[in-house]
């Protein structure tokens, strides 16, 4: 990795109240050692920098997030170096400690889709999306939120067999594609989202005609999972991407997956999305390649965060 971009990068942003730069990093990462001698120790050596770390904790996403919030300072500078989880634990401390600070991602992870949205975003001010879960604040994504079939195909990578092989190296994108489809086609007959009212800026849906939908997608940034192309929604305040699917159906999903990799995601323009449980029901969540089991939820609203963070 060429060091000297993000060194620049920081050399300009200095100022009397921009010069402590906190390092995100996962200790237990396969390339754990990858982050310490190509961003620690150059970081160590800039000069007029005050450089801190926090090590990613083995507990979870908004569990970290919360602890890093409470370390920041205005005029701070959160590096991380690392996957999307990293990545989003990052974003998160940085939206939720409401400091002055400037957010940047280093990509040392599989798909690496919030460190290529923020890339692209550099020197400018991104807005992310917000999940709210029965009226409270859940998380922020940079790039997207899914519920359903996508956010439960997310748990393979977290199962001890495909650690192994991700950790032993040159396991890139092929070897996620063949990991997922193994999953679909094992799992693809179950029932991944209850039936549930769906209201947006574009359209309404009644509980009977989600019955057989098994995924909704919010967009905000340039990738989903690497291949999907995205779009720079990220620049605006209000609009993203969204879509509901029937994807356990392959044909509909090759179709998709051709659209989506090939042009865009295909989906509306929407300002919210609701998404409301009558009865309540277990689902699953994902933002970034990180997700949550959901018990006995009614209503999720997916919309712009009020909150804007500015990248180096």
């Given at each position: 990795?060429?060091?000297?971009?993000?060194?620049?990068?920081?050399?300009?942003?200095?100022?009397?109240?921009?010069?402590?730069?906190?390092?995100?990093?996962?200790p237990?990462?396969?390339?754990?050692?990858r982050?310490?001698?190509?961003?620690?120790e150059?970081?160590?050596?800039?000069?007029?920098?005050?450089?801190?770390?926090?090590?990613?904790?083995?507990t979870?996403?908004?569990?970290?997030?919360e602890?890093?919030s409470?370390?920041?300072?205005d005029?701070d500078?959160v590096l991380?170096a690392?996957?999307d989880?990293?990545?989003?634990i990052?974003?998160?401390?940085?939206?939720?400690?409401?400091k002055?600070?400037?957010?940047?991602?280093?990509p040392?992870?599989?798909?690496?889709d919030?460190?290529?949205?923020?890339?692209?975003?550099?020197?400018?001010e991104?807005?992310?999306?917000?999940?709210?879960?029965?009226g409270?604040?859940?998380?922020y994504?940079?790039?997207?939120?899914?519920?359903?079939m996508?956010a439960?195909?997310?748990?393979?990578?977290?199962?001890?067999?495909?650690?192994?092989?991700l950790?032993?190296?040159?396991?890139g994108?092929?070897?996620?594609i063949?990991?997922?489809?193994?999953?679909?086609?094992?799992?693809?007959?179950?029932?991944?989202?209850?039936?549930?009212?769906?209201?947006?800026?574009?359209?309404?849906?009644?509980?009977?005609?989600?019955?057989?939908?098994?995924?909704?997608?919010?967009?905000?940034?340039i990738?989903?999972?690497?291949?999907?192309?995205?779009?720079?929604f990220?620049?605006?305040?209000?609009?993203?991407l969204?879509?509901?699917?029937?994807?356990?159906?392959?044909?509909?999903?090759?179709?998709?997956?051709?659209?989506?990799?090939?042009k865009?995601?295909?989906?509306n323009?929407s300002?919210?999305?609701?998404?409301?449980?009558?009865?309540?029901?277990?689902?699953?969540?994902?933002?970034?390649?990180e997700y949550?089991?959901?018990k006995?939820?009614?209503?999720?609203?997916?919309k712009?965060?009020?909150?804007?963070?500015?990248?180096?």
């Amino acid at each position: 990795m060429d060091f000297s971009k993000i060194e620049n990068k920081i050399l300009a942003a200095k100022t009397k109240n921009f010069r402590r730069v906190i390092l995100v990093y996962n200790p237990r990462s396969s390339k754990a050692i990858r982050v310490k001698t190509e961003v620690l120790e150059p970081l160590r050596k800039i000069p007029g920098i005050i450089t801190g770390k926090y090590e990613v904790r083995p507990t979870d996403v908004d569990d970290n997030a919360e602890k890093l919030s409470k370390l920041l300072q205005d005029g701070d500078i959160v590096l991380t170096a690392g996957g999307d989880g990293t990545s989003t634990i990052g974003l998160n401390g940085a939206l939720l400690s409401k400091k002055d600070v400037r957010f940047y991602a280093l990509p040392f992870g599989n798909f690496n889709d919030l460190p290529r949205t923020i890339e692209q975003a550099s020197g400018k001010e991104i807005y992310p999306l917000e999940a709210i879960i029965d009226g409270k604040h859940y998380r922020y994504a940079a790039c997207y939120f899914t519920i359903g079939m996508f956010a439960e195909s997310t748990e393979i990578f977290d199962t001890e067999k495909t650690r192994k092989k991700l950790r032993k190296g040159n396991k890139g994108i092929f070897f996620s594609i063949k990991t997922l489809a193994n999953w679909y086609f094992k799992n693809k007959r179950k029932n991944f989202i209850p039936k549930f009212k769906f209201i947006s800026s574009e359209k309404t849906l009644e509980p009977d005609e989600t019955k057989d939908i098994s995924d909704y997608l919010a967009v905000n940034g340039i990738s989903v999972a690497k291949m999907m192309k995205g779009g720079k929604f990220y620049e605006d305040k209000t609009n993203f991407l969204s879509t509901t699917k029937k994807l356990t159906s392959f044909p509909r999903l090759a179709t998709f997956m051709a659209k989506s990799i090939l042009k865009r995601v295909p989906a509306n323009i929407s300002t919210k999305d609701t998404i409301i449980f009558p009865n309540g029901a277990n689902v699953e969540i994902q933002a970034e390649g990180e997700y949550k089991k959901l018990k006995h939820v009614q209503e999720i609203i997916i919309k712009k965060s009020e909150k804007s963070i500015k990248i180096l």
